[in-house]
């Protein structure tokens, strides 16, 4: 199972926030581009960024310090946030995202999500699958829709996605254990790729959802657990790989 380090950009900044709530915000660098290069040091081969300010405001907006990731690392990212367009979707392909990952646009017109996978194909687009209470939640987290996040995962698998990140919105920032549960139904009945975010606190959590990657659980997203010194790195990527030794 692979792990992804999160860089969260606010203003230039590399912030966490707690459940997507904007006046809940910690701020750990205003160098986004040194916290990349230390994960990838310390073994990431993978990164996760998210552009807060544009899943607010609907469009790219840390574009500069994407590109200062971009140009630091060596290891490939994926990136979403606010990427309701096709030209917004080259930009961050162009410059250096492996992934971009797509989220409101898909709920509001599916036929949007069959544009990308036609034009850029389904190894760069990532559904972005966030939920809160089973529903899909959109527009930054801060509205909830009407479709079950189960009905649109499989929705979406039939337009010929892949791979989605799932995040329960309710576990986001609080360092209380991923929803396991919702992430192998998820995974089982999709049949999509998923990549589990929200809530992983500790080598514990890693390790039960390696476990579930027979089910279609590919990979975990970690951030809070990390800029609190509750995880370390090494650590996390081994029990990720199987390598660690479980606690239980």
């Not at 986004?32 to 899943?55: K, T």
């Not at 060596?74 to 930009?91: C, E, H, M, N």
């Not at 162009?94 to 990308?116: H, K, S």
Request: net charge negative.
């Amino acid at each position: 199972m692979m792990l992804y380090p999160a860089i969260d950009l606010r203003e230039g900044h590399c912030v966490r926030l707690i459940q997507g709530r904007k006046e809940k915000q910690t701020t750990y660098s205003d160098r986004p581009e040194l916290v990349a290069a230390e994960f990838e040091r310390q073994g990431a081969e993978y990164l996760h960024i998210v552009d807060l300010d544009g899943a607010f405001a609907g469009s790219p907006q840390n574009i500069e310090a994407i590109a200062a990731i971009a140009k630091t690392v060596r290891i490939p990212f994926q990136v979403g946030g606010g990427l309701r367009s096709t030209a917004d979707v080259q930009k961050l392909l162009d410059l250096g995202a492996e992934r971009v990952i797509i989220g409101t646009r898909a709920v509001q017109n599916p036929d949007f999500v069959v544009d990308l996978l036609q034009q850029f194909g389904p190894e760069r687009i990532v559904l972005g699958l966030d939920a809160r209470d089973g529903m899909v939640a959109v527009e930054g987290w801060l509205e909830k829709s009407s479709l079950t996040a189960l009905d649109f995962g499989c929705q979406m698998k039939e337009l010929g996605i892949r791979i989605a990140i799932y995040t329960d919105v309710s576990r986001d920032g609080l360092l209380q254990g991923p929803n396991f549960t919702g992430t192998q139904r998820l995974a089982q009945q999709t049949g999509l790729q998923i990549i589990a975010s929200g809530g992983v606190s500790s080598l514990d959590d890693i390790h039960r959802l390696s476990a579930l990657e027979s089910d279609g659980v590919v990979g975990a997203i970690i951030g809070k657990a990390l800029y609190e010194g509750r995880i370390e790195l090494s650590q996390a990527i081994a029990a990720a790989s199987g390598r660690g030794k479980n606690s239980c």
